[in-house]
C-alpha cells in the first residue's frame, strides 16, 4: 500500500474547489447562451440548431476520451447543459415578446402541501424563469382553478397527463369551464418510493397512504404487496404528513423522496411504479393568454366537439393532417349534461399565429359545433440531439 501523502479534508478542499470553478463556468456559459439569443432575434435565427449541437458534442466526447472520460459521461452532463441553455434562452424571448406577463414575484397555485408533486414541477418551472414564488397550497384541482381566475394567484400548475396512468380526466374535464389560458407545460420525471416514518420492514406494511393518482401509477407493485389497505389523500404531501404524524410501523406513504425528507420520512422501498420512466406533463394556466415567438418550438390546445355524425371527428383530423401540422395528443371527454356528445381535446405542435394554424383554425370551425383555443405556449420538451458514441 502506497503512503496516503495527503489528507481527507486537503483532498476535500481540492474537490470543493474544482467543483466551485465548474459552478463559476457553467454561469458563464449561461451568461453567453443569452448573448446567442440576443444575436439570434438580429438574424431572426431559431433557439435550436441541431447541426452547432451535433458539432459539439462530437468534439467533447473526443476531448473527453484523451482525459479518460467516457463518452456516455460527456454525453449525459451536456445533454443537461445544453437543454438548460435551450430553455434560459426560450425563457429570456418569451419574456421580450410578452413584457408584462412575468412580475419579479409570481403568486403560484398548486395542488397540496410543500413537498408534492405539483410544487416541486412548479418549482422546476418557474426556476428558468428568474422568478420568485408565493406557493399558494391548494386542496384540489378546482381550487387551484379558482384562486387565479379570481385573481389570487397569477399562475395555476395541474398535472395533465402521466406516462403509467394515461390523462388526468379530472383536469381534462375543469379545463371546459375555465376562463384561463395554457401558458406553459412542464414534464416531471416522478420518481415513486413508499416512505416510513419509523424504522420497519415491507412485511409490516399493511396500509398506503396517497393521492388515487399514484396508487394507479404503482398498481402492479402494490398488488404484488398482497393484501394492502389503500388510503386515498388529496396528494401525496397529504399522504406524508399523515404518515409522519401517525409514526407507525405498518403504515407507508407512497411519494417522492426528497420530499419525503421534509416530513422526516425515509424510502422503505424506492422504484416502485409500473414503468421505469414514470413522467407527468404539467400545464401552467394564467389569466392572460401568451404569445410565442418564432424562434421557439410551440404548442398550441385546442377543445372541441363536432357534430354528432358519422365520420366528423375523421374530417377534422385531416384538416390537420393536410396542412402538415402534427398532433400530439387527441383526448376525448364526454360532455355533462349532453349525452353521448364528445369534448375533443387536441395538442399540435405549431405556434397559433402561424399561417397553417390560423387556416387550420378557419376550416375546424366550419366542420365544428364548439371549438375554443385553450392557448399557445413554448414547447418545453427539448430532448438534446443524440450522436453515434463510438467507444
Ligand atoms: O450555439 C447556439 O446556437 C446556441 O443556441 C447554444 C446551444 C448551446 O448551449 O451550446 C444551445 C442550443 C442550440 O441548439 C445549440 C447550442
Known amino acids: 500500500m502506497t503512503e496516503q501523502q495527503y489528507s481527507l479534508d486537503d483532498i476535500r478542499k481540492n474537490v470543493s474547489r474544482i467543483d466551485n470553478e465548474i459552478i463559476k463556468l457553467l454561469a458563464e456559459r449561461r451568461q453567453l447562451s443569452l448573448e446567442v439569443a440576443k444575436s439570434k432575434i438580429e438574424t431572426a435565427k431559431p433557439v435550436r440548431d441541431q447541426t452547432r449541437e451535433q458539432e459539439l458534442l462530437l468534439r ?20 443537461a447543459i445544453i437543454e438548460d441553455s ?16 412575468l412580475q419579479p414575484v409570481a403568486r403560484v397555485s398548486f395542488l ?27 386542496s384540489t384541482f378546482r381550487d387551484v ?22 390523462s388526468i380526466n379530472e383536469v381534462y374535464d375543469l379545463l371546459q369551464h375555465t376562463s384561463l389560458s395554457i401558458v406553459g407545460e412542464i ?15 415491507l412485511d409490516n406494511i399493511d396500509t398506503l397512504y ?57 424510502p422503505l422501498k424506492t422504484n416502485i411504479a409500473n414503468q421505469q420512466e414514470n413522467f407527468t406533463r404539467f400545464i401552467v394556466v394564467a389569466r392572460k393568454p401568451v404569445e410565442v415567438t418564432s424562434l421557439i418550438p410551440a404548442k ?41 356528445e364528445e369534448m375533443f381535446y387536441v395538442d399540435v405542435e405549431v405556434n397559433l399565429k402561424s399561417d397553417v394554424m390560423q387556416e387550420a383554425l378557419e376550416e375546424l370551425t366550419r366542420l365544428t359545433r364548439f371549438i375554443k383555443v385553450l392557448g399557445c405556449y413554448p414547447s418545453e420538451n427539448v430532448n438534446p440531439t443524440e450522436v453515434e458514441i463510438n467507444e
Open 86 to 101: 435551450v430553455l434560459f434562452q426560450q425563457a429570456y424571448l418569451q419574456k421580450l415578446t410578452n413584457p408584462d406577463s
Open 210 to 266: 396517497s393521492h388515487p393518482q399514484p396508487h394507479q401509477q404503482c398498481s402492479e407493485y402494490l398488488h404484488s404487496m398482497g393484501n394492502i389497505t389503500q388510503e386515498y389523500c388529496s396528494s401525496t404531501a397529504e399522504a406524508m404528513k399523515m404518515v409522519a404524524e401517525l409514526k407507525q410501523p405498518n403504515v407507508a406513504a407512497i411519494g417522492n423522496a426528497s420530499s419525503g425528507e421534509l416530513y422526516g420520512l425515509t
Open 112 to 138: 397540496g402541501a410543500k413537498g408534492s408533486y405539483s410544487n416541486l414541477a412548479s418549482r422546476n418551472y418557474f426556476s428558468k424563469k428568474q422568478t420568485k414564488l408565493v406557493e399558494i397550497s391548494c
Open 300 to 340: 398550441t390546445t385546442l377543445i372541441m366537439s363536432t357534430a354528432q355524425k358519422a365520420g366528423s371527428l375523421v374530417e377534422c383530423l385531416l384538416v390537420l393532417r393536410n396542412l402538415n401540422i402534427n398532433m400530439t395528443k387527441l383526448e376525448s371527454r364526454p360532455v355533462i349534461g349532453n349525452p353521448w
Open 60 to 79: 467533447l466526447i473526443e476531448t473527453g476520451k484523451r482525459e479518460q472520460l467516457d463518452a456516455q459521461y460527456v454525453t449525459q452532463i451536456f445533454h
Open 145 to 166: 382553478l379558482s384562486v387565479v381566475e379570481t385573481g389570487n394567484a397569477d399562475y395555476g400548475v395541474l398535472p395533465i397527463e402521466n406516462t403509467s396512468s394515461g
Open 187 to 201: 414534464t416531471q420525471p416522478i420518481e415513486h418510493c413508499l416512505l416510513t416514518a419509523v424504522d420497519t420492514s
